[in-house]
């Protein structure tokens, strides 16, 4: 049975998804090869701060499928999708369990990389708020859940293949061009208003995690010179 081309994906989200592939793939190749690259996985990191800010705001202002609410995965609907039963649009629940994760893992990669330094030449841009052991804990934590980042990326690529082989559906497609043949309804809201209120509200997230606005540090003490 062939059904009609709905709209499922709307541009500001599709945008995201793909930037935000991008940033991270920068993120993980500058952060492990470190020294000099080391200054732009802090620009990314602001960037990725812009991003995540961005989306969980169009989370609650966007279009219809993405909307958090539209596919929070609740018991109800795991056990709809286990069953068969589920047949909306958009994230499925498993899909969901996926993606919250995902963001959740990332905002938490953002806040201790924003605090972190590397004992060397990099301090995170908010590195004075918490001062160095909170620093070093913070650090440490943010190396360790990179692999975890890693590992939630593999599965859920291996998912996406696993829908396209072995289901037969295309779950990239949609995100490139954001329609999908499904008999549901197709996503409306999410207008003009809404992306540049998450907009701005991205920009200013950006520009407080850059702690320009933190008073410079005191400039270190004159060094004494022996009088002999």
């Known amino acids: 049975m062939t059904h009609p081309r709905i709209r499922v994906w709307d541009l500001p989200t599709r945008i995201f998804h ?22 732009w996985h802090g620009r990314i990191g602001l960037a990725l701060v812009a991003l995540i800010a961005f989306r969980i ?43 919250f994760g995902l963001l959740g893992l990332i905002v938490l990669q953002l806040a201790t990389g924003l605090i972190g330094n590397d004992d060397i030449a990099f301090r995170g841009p908010l590195f004075e708020l918490v001062g160095k052991t909170l620093s070093d804990r913070a650090t440490g934590l943010h190396k360790l859940m990179t692999n975890l980042l890693i590992a939630l990326i593999v599965l859920h690529v291996a998912a996406i293949v696993f829908y396209a082989r072995v289901k037969k559906d295309n779950l990239v497609k949609p995100m490139l061009t954001g329609w999908k043949e499904h008999a549901g309804r197709p996503a409306s809201g999410g207008g003009i208003v809404a992306f540049i209120a998450a907009a701005i509200i991205g920009t200013g997230a950006a520009w407080g995690a850059s702690g320009i606005w933190l008073p410079a540090p005191p400039p270190p003490p004159p060094s004494s010179t022996p009088a002999w």
């Open 18 to 39: 793909w930037v935000l592939v991008l940033l991270i793939a920068a993120m993980i190749v500058t952060g492990k090869v470190g020294g000099n690259l080391i200054d």
């Open 57 to 99: 705001v169009w989370g609650f202002a966007g279009s219809t499928y993405a909307r958090f609410a539209s596919f929070f995965p609740t018991p109800y609907r795991l056990r709809a999708y286990l069953r068969g039963e589920w047949s909306t649009p958009g994230h499925n629940p498993l899909g969901a369990l996926s993606v």
